[in-house]
């Protein structure tokens, strides 16, 4: 297996800039929390769906301290003393996935990359290697949702019909799968990539940028916390 606890890695982008991945630590929490602080509003909102200024401990705990086989995730950082960085590692980028609870086959995936690394081929690189860590895990399908009526999204469907498993799960939703083997064939990962885009324009409802059952478990770690202090979830 390759993506494993110890998994690390470096390489060149197109314009040079030397990156390292890396499987997520349980001390990267305060990389991880700085990170956030560099997602704008707007990219907070589409991966939360709600205003987040922060990650709290029990969320980073969340993030940073899986199991490796149904939950796991890489992180793309720029090393120490490289160009544009300092005497620190700056993390750029992390993508993980989470299986379902229902379907041990079919996952959800989901990638951030801070604003100021944006459009430089990071996302990519992350979600080919994302995607062959859950193919080394038995993952066979990756899931997401998206509205029907979308234009989009009926772009998406027109231009990936063979590549792509749809049903409608409610009236104007429509769910998608993609069939995922090991080598990742490039039919599928452009259809994964497709789906990234459309994901930053805010066409999905569940973004598999912040996978939907990541976002309900970090949105309980909140309920809890607010009821543990004797709050109700409005924080009236």
Request: glycine share 8%.
């Amino acid at each position: 297996m390759k993506y494993t606890r110890d998994y690390r890695e470096r390489l060149s982008l197109d314009d040079g800039t030397l990156i390292e991945f890396r499987a997520v630590q349980p001390w990267h929490k305060a990389m991880l929390a700085e990170g956030f602080t560099r997602l704008s509003p707007e990219s907070r909102r589409r991966r939360f769906f709600t205003s987040k200024t922060g990650l709290s401990d029990e969320e980073l705990r969340y993030l940073t301290e899986f199991d490796g086989t149904d939950h796991y995730a890489l992180g793309a950082m720029l090393p120490a003393g490289e160009p544009d960085g300092d005497g620190e590692p700056e993390g750029i980028g992390v993508a993980r996935f989470v299986r379902s609870t229902s379907d041990p086959e079919t996952a959800e995936i989901s990638i951030v990359v801070v604003d100021d690394w944006q459009h430089r081929g990071v996302g990519k690189r992350l979600l080919e290697r994302i995607a062959g860590a859950a193919a080394e895990r038995g993952i066979r399908r990756i899931r997401s949702v998206a509205l029907a009526d979308n234009p989009d999204v009926r772009e998406l469907l027109e231009r990936h019909t063979e590549s792509l498993e749809v049903r409608r799960s409610e009236p104007g939703v429509v769910e998608f799968s993609f069939p995922l083997t090991m080598p990742v064939s490039e039919d599928i990962f452009d259809a994964l990539f497709s789906t990234l885009r459309l994901v930053a324009l805010g066409s999905f409802i569940v973004p598999i940028w912040f996978g939907e059952q990541t976002v309900r478990r970090l949105l309980s770690l909140g309920r809890n916390r607010k009821r543990d202090a004797g709050e109700t979830p409005n924080g009236s």
